[in-house]
């Protein structure tokens, strides 16, 4: 999921929910219901085919554009079945996983440059972050962002490094104090 707050922008909101209409048209989306209020606009858009549901490729997008002139706020959401992830769930254990990882990848790249379409619309020189879609006003701003994604990746390298590895010293210990007769079968549940 997007989503950003736009403030000090001379666009209408009315208008932004107007050009994300059109793209999901062009892109072929069947537009589904609408719910629209003053200062409100919610859209479900879906793709459905015998060969979306067998290549893993995007079939829902909900977008939430509300707010006023100068101050609003932009949602997106793609995915392969909306916001229900059961059904990827089930679909990947019968193909070892394969159906969802490609939904999955499918619904990021579509949600990717959706969310970039969308965000150069409202402001095109801000820069956008590929990994999360946080908005950033500067080039130094996202490179500086990143950095924090890759630390963030390494400390999650190194956490996973350090559970698998206490993980064998307690199976390892468990094994010796098996072997030294210190525990028997009635012990383990």
Not at 38 to 46: I, N
Not at 79 to 100: H, K, N, Q, S, Y
Not at 139 to 162: R, Y
Request: with cysteine; net charge negative.
């Amino acid at each position: 999921m997007r989503r950003h707050g736009f403030v000090g922008k001379n666009m209408e909101p009315m208008e932004v929910y107007a050009n994300i209409k059109k793209f999901l048209s062009q892109e072929g989306f069947t537009l589904g219901p609408e719910d629209i209020r003053e200062g409100f606009w919610d859209l479900h858009a879906r793709k459905s085919s015998l060969e979306r549901i067998a290549l893993g490729k995007v079939r829902d997008v909900d977008v939430v554009v509300a707010g006023t002139k100068g101050k609003f706020e932009v949602q997106l959401h793609a995915g392969v079945w909306g916001r229900d992830l059961a059904i990827p769930a089930v679909e990947g254990i019968a193909t070892f996983g394969v159906a969802t990882a490609a939904d999955l990848h499918s619904a990021h790249q579509f949600e990717e440059r959706m969310w970039e379409k969308i965000v150069h619309g409202i402001d095109p020189s801000l820069k956008i972050c590929s990994l999360d879609g946080l908005l950033f006003k500067t080039d130094q701003e996202l490179s500086e962002h990143a950095k924090l994604h890759e630390q963030q990746t390494l400390a999650g390298q190194a956490n996973a490094m350090n559970s698998m590895a206490m993980m064998g010293m307690v199976g390892m210990m468990g094994m010796g104090m098996w072997g030294m007769g210190m525990m028997g079968p009635g012990l383990w549940i």
